[in-house]
């Protein structure tokens, strides 16, 4: 699961000298978020539709008319210049910790200065729905393990006894153990969940979940 | 993984008749891009920082002093109406895959039409950062597996004899097999991989990934 993998290659970048009206029709057009700021291939900003937003709304004068008269700026004056970039070859485990601690949109995805591509929110989120196989149809069934390897083997033992095949498994740590979710491509969930708690497992139920 | 485990509850939310000016600083000084519009507790609407600034520079006068005259508009000129939503209920899947669909940045969270949270992007992200650990030390290994359950059995005997402690596991199909991202309880992923090697798993490098 590599940021080379993931990214989006196409970026649509704009310029220094751009204004922020054009910036934001690129936005719109493209429906994007954030476009990196490049000069001769390299990454010199990087500005978002947020950058936009506010510099729209600082020190604006509204008229009597309830017009707001505002400067419009170029890219160069409004963006981010100390960019926090990723290399293809990064996780995309690595993209997300950064994104969520730095609580940024996107990251640009650059090999030395070069800007190469841009890895988004939603270019992980679509990675997580791919990997996992959500959108394919199925069962997804939630199984409270004990802190053993031996119960994970049980485990995929009594599935494989229903003739089911795993399509996608994550193991989680809870606090008694472990949690798995499962997708399993049936879609008799009554009978895999009452296969599985037979197993001695236990199969929380949303209820478990909600105060 | 429900909504309503992972959702943001404290929402902040603007009303019909606030100023575009007003929701603007709202989500400038939170730090968001989305804002539910209400009336009492109902869910009226969302208004997003996409949609101000896309109003901001609509039909907009150039001045001869280059300035830009925009009108200062109301949330309710510009918000969606017919907003997509999903319940505490739903899981975090669901809401990734409707987030996905529709390039969407947030979903509000009703019950009836009463607003009881959102749950953002960076909250789906959030949601398996913290389900597979990925902030934790550790190594992260990936492992090639035939088909059928034997191969992971396999290798979960595998690491429990090499005494290591499974933090996190990911298993999605590749190929005709899996592929398994495995983050265990050692900083020794020289050794890990090796070992693993040596009993006959197919661990990838990553060239293997890359273009």
């Not at chain 1, 399993?184 to 969940?193: L, Y």
């Not at chain 2, 090499?162 to 592929?179: A, C, F, H, K, Q």
Request: one cysteine or more.
């Amino acid at each position: 699961m590599f940021v080379g993998k993931r990214m989006t290659r196409r970026v649509v970048t704009a310029s220094r000298g751009d204004t922020l009206k054009f910036a934001s029709h690129l936005l719109k057009e493209n429906r994007i978020h954030q476009l990196p700021v490049v000069e001769d291939g390299h990454l010199i900003g990087f500005l978002s539709g947020t950058d936009i937003r506010n510099s729209t709304f600082e020190e604006t004068t509204v008229s009597e008319r309830g017009e707001i008269a505002v400067k419009n700026k170029t890219v160069g004056e409004v963006m981010t210049r100390e960019v926090i970039t990723v290399a293809p070859w990064d996780t995309i485990e690595d993209a997300l910790v950064i994104i969520l601690r730095k609580r940024l949109s996107a990251l640009p995805v650059v090999e030395g200065k070069t800007l190469v591509g841009i890895i988004t929110k939603a270019d992980l989120l679509a990675a997580f729905k791919d990997i996992l196989r959500i959108e394919e149809a199925g069962v997804r069934v939630e199984v409270f393990l004990p802190a053993d390897a031996t119960s994970l083997v049980q485990l995929i033992r009594a599935i494989a006894e229903l003739n089911l095949a795993i399509r996608s498994l994550i193991l989680s740590p809870s606090r008694t153990g472990y949690v798995a979710f499962i997708r399993i491509s049936t879609i008799d969930v009554a009978s895999v969940k009452k296969a599985v708690r037979h197993a001695g497992f236990a199969v929380p139920e949303v209820a478990d979940f909600l105060e | 993984m429900f909504v309503g485990k992972r959702m943001t509850r404290r929402v902040i939310t603007v009303t019909r008749g606030d100023t575009l000016e007003f929701a603007s600083n709202l989500l400038r000084e939170n730090r968001i891009h989305q804002l539910p519009v209400v009336e009492g507790d109902q869910l009226v609407g969302l208004v997003s920082g996409t949609d101000i600034r896309n109003s901001t520079f609509e039909k907009t006068t150039v001045m001869d002093s280059g300035e830009i005259v925009v009108k200062n508009k109301t949330v309710e000129e510009v918000m969606t109406r017919d907003v997509i939503t999903v319940s505490p209920e739903d899981t975090v899947e669901d809401a990734l895959v409707i987030i996905h669909k529709r390039r969407l940045g947030a979903l509000p969270v009703v019950r009836g039409k009463k607003l009881v949270g959102i749950i953002t992007k960076a909250d789906v992200l959030a949601a398996f950062c913290d389900t597979l650990r990925v902030e934790e030390p550790g190594v992260r290994i990936e492992v090639y597996l035939p088909p059928g359950p034997d191969p992971l059995i396999r290798l979960v005997r595998k690491v429990t004899d090499l005494n290591l402690e499974i933090r996190s596991l990911v298993l999605t199909p590749s190929r005709d097999g899996y592929l398994a991202f495995v983050r265990l309880s050692t900083i020794d992923v020289g050794g890990v991989k090796r070992m693993l090697g040596d009993a006959g798993f197919h661990v990838p490098e990553l060239s293997d990934f890359l273009e």
